[in-house]
T-cell receptor, first 113, second 117 residues
Framework: GENVEQHPSTLSVQEGDSAVIKCTYS??????FPWYKQELGKGPQLIID?????GEKKDQRIAVTLNKTAKHFSLHITETQPEDSAVYFC????????????FGRGTSLIVHP | DGGITQSPKYLFRKEGQNVTLSCEQN?????MYWYRQDPGQGLRLIYY???????QKGDIAEGYSVSREKKESFPLTVTSAQKNPTAFYLC????????????????FGSGTRLTVV
């Protein structure tokens, strides 16, 4: 089955800095890679996703890159703000069909004002 | 306003009791899922259902049971056989199919925190 590794487990940055979270996956059949943000006491919320036919996708201060050859994908947050503080999860799956994603263990991002 | 609703937000269970967590969605999603979240362990799949009256075990199904009598509802029962039930439980729903432009991402509920007392 699929195995997703996520690093780092904790990331501390100053407001305005960039933050990068990296994930690797093992199953070459995976073609859909979502990222979720979970604020304290709440459920995760999808913030951005990428499909395997695309190398990069941006949405304002958030971007995701995908390297299918190396089987890794990354979340980039620029100009971080205190409200970006949360736990971020990556996931990998084969879109369509049964679609059961495998999640990484999460990264706790702390943005210091 | 479409969404997925979990209740209650907090639940306390005595030793030997069964408790049921509610999950309802009005997104017309085919599939529904239950996850357990423990600190440092990410999200672990308990059960999932892709069609009414059918469900499949996930990675940690022992001590749990589910039903899917309606498309909108997927309740989870934590039985007395679950020896360590204290955790944060998340319900999610999503679309199935192969439409390339579809957002395949999950919609999660806000969670139920279960504590054994």
């Amino acid at each position: 089955g699929e195995n997703v590794e996520q690093h780092p487990s904790t990331l501390s940055v100053q407001e305005g800095d960039s933050a990068v979270i990296k994930c690797t996956y093992s199953d070459s059949a995976s073609n859909y890679f979502p990222w979720y943000k979970q604020e304290l006491g709440k459920g995760p919320q999808l913030i951005i996703d990428i499909r395997s036919n695309v190398g990069e996708k941006k949405d304002q201060r958030i971007a995701v890159t995908l390297n299918k050859t190396a089987k890794h994908f990354s979340l980039h947050i620029t100009e971080t703000q205190p409200e970006d503080s949360a736990v971020y999860f990556c996931a990998a799956s084969e879109a369509g069909g049964s679609y059961i994603p495998t999640f990484g263990r999460g990264t706790s991002l702390i943005v210091h004002p | 306003d479409g969404g997925i609703t979990q209740s209650p937000k907090y639940l306390f269970r005595k030793e030997g009791q069964n408790v049921t967590l509610s999950c309802e969605q009005n997104l017309n999603h085919d599939a529904m899922y239950w996850y357990r979240q423990d600190p440092g362990q990410g999200l672990r799949l308990i059960y999932y259902s892709q069609i009414v009256n059918d469900f499949q075990k996930g990675d940690i199904a022992e001590g749990y049971s589910v039903s899917r009598e309606k498309k909108e509802s997927f309740p989870l029962t934590v039985t007395s056989a679950q020896k360590n039930p204290t955790a944060f439980y998340l319900c999610a729903s999503g679309l199935l199919g192969v439409v390339p432009t579809t957002n395949y991402g999950y919609t999660f509920g806000s969670g139920t925190r279960l504590t054994v007392v």
